[in-house]
């Protein structure tokens, strides 16, 4: 999967991808590896979805996302399947685009992968000349 530079140092995933390879001396095989030893040390072994998914957890209670809803529920909202749906939902493109990113036969598929989409972004009204 092709994933193009960012806008910025700090946000842009190639730098990060980067500096991941770089810290943890990758030179080969899988890129997502466990981290060990209290995150001192990573392994050789490829992070499993299972963790990914509890990564994921870990992160949006840390980071107080959804903080009004009891701590079962917010878990419930969100896995690993959110970092994709999250991409989807947010890349402001054509939705073609996004479709091929992702790798979706059809657009249909794609729409299921977009979340709230905010329909007054583009303003169908104002684009017809109303």
Same mark, same amino acid.
Request: proline share 3%; with cysteine.
């Given at each position: 999967?092709?994933?193009? *530079?960012?806008?910025?140092?700090?946000?842009?995933?190639?730098? #990060?991808?980067?500096?991941?390879? =770089?810290? #943890?001396?990758?030179?080969?095989? !899988?890129?997502?590896?466990?981290?060990?030893?209290?995150?001192?040390?990573?392994? !050789?072994?490829?992070?499993?979805? @299972?963790?990914?998914? *509890?990564?994921?957890? =870990?992160?949006?209670?840390? #980071?107080?996302?959804?903080?009004?809803? !009891?701590?079962?529920?917010?878990?419930?909202?969100?896995?690993?399947?959110?970092? *994709?749906?999250?991409?989807?939902?947010?890349?402001?493109?054509?939705?073609?685009?996004? @479709?091929? @990113?992702?790798?979706?036969?059809?657009?249909?598929?794609?729409?299921?992968? @977009?979340?709230?989409?905010?329909?007054?972004?583009?303003?169908?009204?104002?684009?017809?000349?109303?």
């Amino acid at each position: 999967v092709e994933i193009g *530079r960012g806008s910025s140092e700090r946000t842009c995933p190639v730098v #990060a991808v980067e500096t991941w390879m =770089k810290l #943890a001396k990758i030179a080969h095989g !899988p890129l997502f590896r466990r981290v060990t030893g209290k995150g001192r040390a990573v392994g !050789p072994e490829r992070l499993k979805d @299972q963790e990914v998914a *509890r990564l994921v957890k =870990k992160t949006i209670l840390a #980071a107080g996302i959804r903080g009004e809803l !009891p701590e079962a529920e917010r878990v419930k909202l969100f896995s690993g399947h959110s970092l *994709r749906a999250g991409l989807a939902t947010s890349a402001e493109v054509d939705e073609r685009y996004v @479709q091929k @990113q992702l790798g979706h036969t059809s657009a249909e598929m794609t729409r299921r992968y @977009q979340r709230r989409r905010d329909r007054f972004r583009v303003n169908l009204t104002k684009a017809a000349g109303l």
